[in-house]
């Protein structure tokens, strides 16, 4: 139902995507000046070493014969290119890490993670009372609170990541590169991300709704935990889809694509996070104008 119901407001209401478009594209303006000392050697090196050759080559032979394989082998002989660079060019490494863990976990995460409490808004007002809010305006009045929202989820999913980054590691390690570890890695991925999902979905629509930041996080942890199995499935179901369109976009629009699914799976998540608040609640809200009432599942 959550899932539906999510899809069904996000169709209704796609102008949201192109406000959250306009301040993802700022966003990445920012973080590229903030990543260009980082990122010029490191795309030199990767041109030198032959990485962007062999991707390009795999690609050329997947859309020429229809190859699977050859992508495949294409793509692991790039990723083998990396890791060879990684472990004989020790300023490449340093470069790599210092972008990786200053930029990519902590100012790229927190940025990001600003959208989030005025999406719930304008979200809110649209489910509530059929309202429309501008994103902009939102922005600015909830930035307190979208500063404090974006740091402690920033913490929080970068420990939970961390965990996630360790058992990839220990898989790897353990089983040889091959279809066999791949697919291990995939499943634990699909198994652990949504489960992170499910526990914060209400987090940010319950932070609007008058708990605030701290309380909100608590109240997302109690929904998350006693209705576990329909949300953590909602979130299973919308993860693989949004890599099924955004794999078949990508590919055959040569990544062109990316510019409106990033925005648009941002927005569908968002829709689907108050969306389960809403029904875990009890709560009456509107689907593309016709007014929906849950069942009452007393869950707070």
Same mark, same amino acid.
């Given at each position: 139902?959550?899932?539906?119901?999510?899809?069904?407001?996000?169709?209704?209401?796609?102008?949201?995507?192109?406000?959250?478009?306009?301040?993802?594209?700022?966003?990445?303006?920012?973080?590229?000046?903030?990543?260009?000392?980082?990122?010029?050697?490191?795309?030199?090196?990767?041109?030198?070493?032959?990485?962007? =050759?062999?991707?390009?080559?795999?690609? =050329?032979?997947?859309?020429?014969?229809?190859?699977?394989?050859?992508?495949?082998?294409?793509?692991?002989?790039?990723?083998?290119?990396? =890791?060879?660079?990684?472990?004989?060019?020790?300023?490449?490494?340093?470069?790599?890490?210092?972008?990786?863990?200053?930029?990519?976990?902590?100012?790229?995460?927190?940025?990001?993670?600003?959208? =989030?409490?005025?999406?719930?808004?304008?979200?809110?007002?649209?489910?509530?009372?059929?309202?429309?809010?501008?994103?902009?305006?939102?922005?600015?009045?909830?930035?307190?609170?979208?500063?404090?929202?974006?740091?402690?989820?920033?913490?929080?999913?970068?420990?939970?990541?961390?965990?996630?980054?360790?058992?990839?590691?220990?898989?790897?390690?353990?089983?040889?590169?091959?279809?066999?570890?791949?697919?291990?890695?995939?499943?634990?991925?699909?198994?652990?991300?949504?489960?992170?999902?499910?526990?914060?979905?209400?987090?940010?629509?319950?932070?609007?709704?008058?708990?605030?930041?701290?309380?909100?996080?608590?109240?997302?942890?109690?929904?998350?935990?006693?209705?576990?199995?329909?949300?953590?499935?909602?979130?299973?179901?919308?993860?693989?889809?949004?890599?099924?369109?955004?794999?078949?976009?990508?590919?055959?629009?040569?990544?062109?694509?990316?510019?409106?699914?990033?925005?648009?799976?941002?927005?569908?998540?968002?829709?689907?996070?108050?969306?389960?608040?809403?029904?875990?609640?009890?709560?009456?809200?509107?689907?593309?104008?016709?007014?929906?009432?849950?069942?009452?599942?007393?869950?707070?």
């Amino acid at each position: 139902m959550s899932f539906k119901n999510a899809l069904k407001n996000l169709v209704a209401h796609f102008g949201v995507v192109w406000s959250l478009f306009m301040f993802i594209l700022l966003f990445v303006v920012v973080i590229t000046g903030l990543s260009l000392p980082f990122l010029l050697p490191i795309r030199r090196a990767l041109s030198d070493a032959g990485v962007f =050759e062999s991707v390009q080559k795999a690609f =050329e032979v997947f859309f020429t014969d229809g190859n699977f394989q050859a992508l495949f082998d294409g793509l692991s002989n790039a990723y083998n290119l990396i =890791e060879d660079l990684l472990i004989n060019n020790k300023t490449i490494m340093s470069l790599s890490i210092w972008f990786f863990v200053a930029i990519m976990l902590f100012v790229f995460r927190f940025f990001l993670g600003l959208y =989030e409490i005025p999406l719930a808004t304008v979200l809110d007002g649209q489910l509530s009372c059929n309202s429309r809010y501008g994103f902009a305006g939102k922005f600015f009045s909830t930035l307190l609170m979208s500063i404090r929202y974006s740091f402690f989820k920033m913490l929080i999913t970068i420990t939970f990541d961390a965990a996630i980054f360790w058992i990839v590691y220990a898989i790897r390690s353990v089983i040889p590169f091959g279809i066999g570890q791949v697919f291990l890695i995939l499943f634990v991925l699909f198994v652990l991300f949504p489960f992170r999902f499910s526990i914060v979905a209400c987090w940010a629509p319950a932070a609007v709704n008058g708990n605030g930041v701290l309380k909100g996080f608590v109240v997302s942890i109690k929904i998350g935990f006693k209705r576990f199995g329909s949300i953590f499935s909602s979130f299973l179901v919308s993860m693989m889809l949004i890599i099924a369109i955004g794999v078949f976009i990508t590919v055959f629009t040569l990544g062109v694509g990316l510019v409106i699914i990033l925005p648009m799976s941002a927005c569908y998540v968002s829709y689907l996070n108050i969306t389960v608040y809403y029904n875990k609640t009890g709560r009456r809200y509107y689907i593309d104008g016709a007014v929906f009432t849950p069942p009452i599942e007393n869950v707070l």
